[in-house]
């Protein structure tokens, strides 16, 4: 059963999809329920099947009533009433499989064949794309058989391997281990829904700057933007999923942080600091989308107390000075071969502004969104624009869900490469 969709779930990748979701003995099957949940109501049909240890830990009836359909156990399989083996039945029902959490055990029976339990053997006979996200204690995971069963997944096709992040573990332990956060979950999913699992930026490296910057009067107050940083971080996510190692130079960001996990952070404020950070990480990168909204001015001073009102309103008054133009600078210094996506963001008639500005600007490609519209812009889930590239091509990109117009931007930057 579905539930009844909000408007604009036609451009969720999510929305009508089957999701198989497949649990196994982890403590982190807990989270699972949650994203059952947030996948239902994202409009998927979504079937659980858990294995006998994880049915300990987590509750069945609460996936059946979450999913809005039956849960799955081992018994199942051993049904005289059914004319399929149910195993073949669910492999062959699945759009999409997220495995999580993915055990020790249930990652050694998958890779070596072995099919002894329901989800064991449906792991086998499907040919959907799998999300598989592990989670154990340090140890396990780091255990040479636990190490060499994981590598030999990577090679698989159709799997996207989602490996454990660092934290403080339900057994006590401090490393290597948490399942990936059940946000995060959601978002591979979404990624394996509207690009797949292929890992075509494996051994490249990306930056990306992304969310606002703050220019500062005094220590209280500031001048910047609405920006989330949504955009420029579902460019990293999007990257890193298909194999990129990526820098993200981020300012204030207002997103859920488990979407920021994979990726090597580095936190600014200022345009002045956004500066010194893409300077020291440009010359690593093979690529550079320069998605952060800097602000073209700042104070030419900054105070260092709080002033009265009167004294702000002098401030505020000026001087000014301009931020300079951190793309321009990028393109200026570039390394042979590195490729550099600009943004452009603007109100009225943007093509035309921004087919000014790519001349101007000098970068590989560009992609611009108005700002003025519902559905595109700071903070909406959704985008559309123009892409501008060599020769005055333009692309024009229709509404989209964010993380979808993400893929296509890193699928016209890789092409470039
Ligand atoms: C409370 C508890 C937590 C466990 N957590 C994990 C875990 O995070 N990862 C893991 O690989 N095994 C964990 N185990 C051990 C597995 O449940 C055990 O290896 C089991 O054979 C897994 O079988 P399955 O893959 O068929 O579910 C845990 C066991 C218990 C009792």
Redesign the pocket.
Known sequence: MRIEQPEGAALDPLAGRRILVGI?????AVKLPLVVSALAKRGAQVRCVV????A??VSPVALASLSRERCYLDADQWCHTAPRPLHVELAEWAELVLLA?L????LG?WVHGLGD?L??STLLATEAPVLAAA???TA?WGAPAVAANWQQLQRYERVLPLGPAEGLL?CDRQGS?RMADPELLVLALESLASWGWQRDWQGRRLLVSAGPTREWFDPARCISNPSTGRMGVLLAQAARLRGAEVDLVHGALQLDPSWLEGLNLHPIDTGAQLQRALEQLQPQADAIAMAAAVADHRPARTLSYKPTKAELDAAMCGPWEPVPDLLVELVSRRPTGQRILGFAAHSGDVLPQAQAKFARKGCDLLFANPIDQPDAGFGSSTNQGWLLGPGDAVERLEPMGKLALAHRLITALGAAL
Request: proline letters at 8%; hydrophobic letters at 40%; aromatic letters at 0%.
């Open positions: 196994s003995g982890s403590i982190a294995t006998p240890s994880a300990q830990l959490p055990s020790a055990t249930t029976r339990t989800l064991a989670a154990m204690n396990m339900a281990g």
